[in-house]
Structure formats: C-alpha cells, structure tokens
C-alpha cells in the first residue's frame, strides 16, 4: 500500500511513463528503470501496478532515472532528493558560503553557461514570472558580457541551487573545479579552502583522478563518527577505577560515587569540531588558576595516568611531532577515558557479566563527531595467568566490533612497536595519515602531509 508522498510520486511517474510509451514499449523502458509492470488495463493503471510494491527508495531511484531519461528535471530532482533522505545534507548556510567564496569567478577558464547546461534546463528557465528570456540568456547577459552584474551567490539563487539534491550540488562544485576550468596553485587553495567550509556538514572534496597531470575533484563523505555529542568525559585516573552512577538520568548526568580523587573530568561543551588541546589546556588552567605553565602541568599530569612505556612513548612522540599545533588546532591526546564502568553492579549482581572494554588507552575527538580509539596492547590482552588465551582475545574483538559498529575507528599498536628504534618514525606516520585522512592540518610545517592513497585504498 502506497503512502500518500510515495503515492504522489508514483503517479507522476506513471503519467510520464503514459505519455511517454507506448503499449509495446512500457515493459522494456520498466525493465530498464528497475521495475516490472503489473496487469491493468491502462499504461497509467500498468504502471502504477508495478510501482505501488517497492519500497520509497526504490520509487526515488526509479523517478530519477526516468525522469533522465525523458530528460524530466523535476521528476529527476525529486527522485534524488528522495534517496538522499536520511543522509547528512550540504547545508543552506555551506552552499551560500561556497557562493560567497566563488564570488564572480564560479567557473574560472569556461564559459559558465557550458558548465551548467548538462545540470539545468537553463535554456527552459527563466530568471523571472515575467521575464521574455531564458536563464541561459539572461547569464550570458549578465555573467559573460557584464561579468560583473551576477556573483555566484546570485546565480545560485536563480538555479535552485540552495535547495537543489546534493548530488547535483556535488556535480556542480566538481565541474568548476576541473582542471578545465581551473589548475595549478589557484586550484589547489581553492579546494583547501571548499574544503575548510565542507567539513562542516561531513563532505570534502579529493583527488580522485587526473587530467594531464592535474588533479581531478569529486565530493566524498568523510567519516561517518559517532551518532550524538559527547557528553561525558572522564579520563587519566592516577588511582583505583572509578564507581560510575547515574546523578539524574533523564538529564544523562553521570556522577564519581568512589575514586573522584584520582580522575580528571572534563565539564565544558564539546563542539561538533572536536576537542582542541588549547581548549583543555584553558580547561586546566581554570582549575588550578595557581599554575604558571598550565600547558606543562597538564601534560605532566596526563602522563602520570600512563601504565607502560609503550604508552609514555605514543604520548611524547605525540607532543614533539606537532609542537607548532599546541596553541592552535591540534586534536587533544586523551589518555585512559573511561568508557564505562560498573564494579558495584558487578559486585552486587554476581551472575552478570561486567563490561569489557572499561577503559580506552588513548581517545581523540575529532570534527564530524569522529572518534578515534588507540590502544596499546601487551600480553595481558591475549593471555590469562601467563598462558595464551582465545577467550580473552575473543573478548576483546567482540569489544572492538561493538565499538565500530557505534562509529569508532579503533587502531591497535603492540607495545613492542613503540619502544626501540624506530618507533618514533612509525608513530609519526601513523598520525600524519590520521590527520591526512581526516583533514586535520598537521605536521612541523603546519601542512597537511603526503598521503600514500597506495596504502589507504587498498
């Protein structure tokens, strides 16, 4: 049974499908755009037979390939808005910003009408209720022949392309940015600075390719991350395990009821960008006002929570690699978080099970609510009383699935990696193509490393 927005859609699809095909013709051009037709008398009633038992993203695919078929834009449209429901949008406020960043300069060497007549009927458009001329005449007249007349935000507003599916958004963006259109130095800041205003809504756009040597561009989503804001941050205990409780838990408010003393609580908002170490530096720096070098008492305080030298080492390494960063932009380095703890259910409910993985040697909080869990492992990870052990491996894959499946992206290092020679090579690597792939500037020079894309894509 169709719902009435699905039910809508259908229709519409069918009436193309009417006037488009024949009796013949209407089970071969289904075929093709993903459906059979049903038994009816009518190609309307055949049609809708058909449609009426997909399901709603089904329908969208259907409307847009139809609606490209028999070159339909609104029906075109309407079929990618709606398989793009439930994805993370490209914001009014992003696509106004990228208007703003374009200025009158959107399509660099083309012509912008030849950019845009493959993604709108600009031809069949028009700027205006009353207007006697099309949209394509109307940016020859006032984005080639006047180039000052119509900035990019203008012409957006008269494409649609504020509201427009992502899809066709992407496609726009990745056709002003072809090597056709721009190339060189001017091209690659561009992109970093697309990128800078992108990462907002979760997109970037990479290489993916090349032409003669440049770079090729198409939009990609970054990480997913984690559904929800972090709301709890309890981390570096010096001490026994913390005993967690719920004070209010309608408001999620989680109080220490044993071992507050040994545990550091971060208590302010944190942004959807992450966690910056300057803002836990102005975190420490508040609590203990006392303090001359807030940013070396914190550091000293985060490395007394560390249990092996495997750890001191991931954690100085960390902090040498990216000094220039400290007071702008780099990711906190967060040690021990606890991710929960039950002891006193544990004690009480003895049948039960405590959770495994209590306790994450190393979390860091990136944009596009990404998490990223390090952890160190030593023998007690795959032993029990000294002697290998496949359930106490087990336990621990179980715990890493539970945790990526919730957004985390987890990396293992054994602690035999980080002591000895070259483990500060190998850790710098490691987070340059951390940073890399997460678009985190970083490095000495303040530039976003090499990435070996052999490796990454593999």
């Not at 006032?142 to 899809?167: K, Q, V, Y």
């Not at 991710?339 to 909080?365: I, K, N």
Request: with cysteine.
């Amino acid at each position: 049974m169709l719902t009435p927005g699905n039910n809508a859609l259908a229709l519409r699809i069918a009436e193309m499908l009417k006037n488009r095909c024949t009796h013949e013709t209407l089970p071969g051009v289904a075929e093709d755009v993903g459906f059979s037709v049903g038994e009816a008398a009518s190609k309307r009633d055949r049609a809708l037979a058909g449609l009426k038992i997909v399901d709603r993203k089904t329908l969208g695919a259907i409307a847009e390939r139809v609606g490209r078929r028999f070159a339909d834009f609104d029906l075109q449209e309407t079929g990618c808005l709606v398989l793009e429901e439930g994805d993370s949008p490209i914001s009014e406020i992003t696509r106004r910003d990228i208007a703003k960043l374009f200025g009158y300069d959107l399509a660099g060497e083309r012509a912008i009408d030849d950019v845009l007549k493959p993604l709108w009927p600009i031809d069949n458009m028009s700027d205006g209720f009353f207007s006697s001329r099309s949209l394509a005449q109307q940016i020859v007249q006032h984005m080639i022949l006047n180039p000052m007349d119509w900035d990019a935000e203008h012409l957006f507003a008269e494409l649609g392309a504020f509201t427009c599916s992502r899809s066709r958004f992407a496609r726009l963006l990745e056709a002003v940015m072809h090597p056709l259109a721009r190339r060189g130095p001017e091209a690659q800041r561009l992109a970093s600075e697309l990128n800078e205003i992108l990462r907002r809504d979760g997109y970037k756009l990479e290489t993916t390719g090349e032409a003669s040597g440049y770079p090729v561009y198409a939009l990609s989503r970054i990480h997913r991350g984690v559904a929800g804001a972090p709301k709890n941050l309890i981390f570096a205990s010096t001490g026994p395990k913390p005993e967690l409780g719920f004070a209010d838990a309608v408001n999620n408010d989680v109080v220490i009821l044993a071992g507050a003393e040994h545990c550091l609580i971060y208590d302010r908002p944190i942004r959807r960008d992450g966690l910056l170490w300057s803002e836990l530096v102005g975190w420490w720096g508040d609590q203990h006002p006392d303090e001359a070098d807030a940013a070396k008492s914190l550091g000293h305080r985060l490395r007394a929570s560390l249990d092996s030298l495997a750890e001191q080492g991931l954690f100085d390494t960390y902090f040498r690699r990216y000094r220039p960063m400290l007071k702008s932009n780099l990711p906190a380095l967060i040690p021990q978080v606890y991710l929960h703890y039950d002891p006193a259910v544990v004690r009480t409910l003895r049948h039960r099970a405590s959770f495994p993985r209590q306790r994450m040697d190393f979390l860091l909080l990136l944009s596009n609510s990404a998490r990223i869990v390090i952890e160190v492992d030593g023998q007690h990870h795959f032993t029990r009383n000294d002697k290998p052990s496949l359930s106490a491996y087990s336990e621990m894959v179980s715990a890493d699935r539970d945790l990526r499946l919730a957004g985390y992206e987890i990396f293992r290092f054994g602690a035999n990696e980080l002591v000895g020679a070259g483990a500060q090579a190998l850790i710098e690597r490691f987070f340059d193509r951390l940073f890399q792939l997460h678009g985190v500037v970083s490095a000495a020079t303040g530039e976003m490393p090499p990435l070996d894309r052999s490796e990454t894509s593999r």
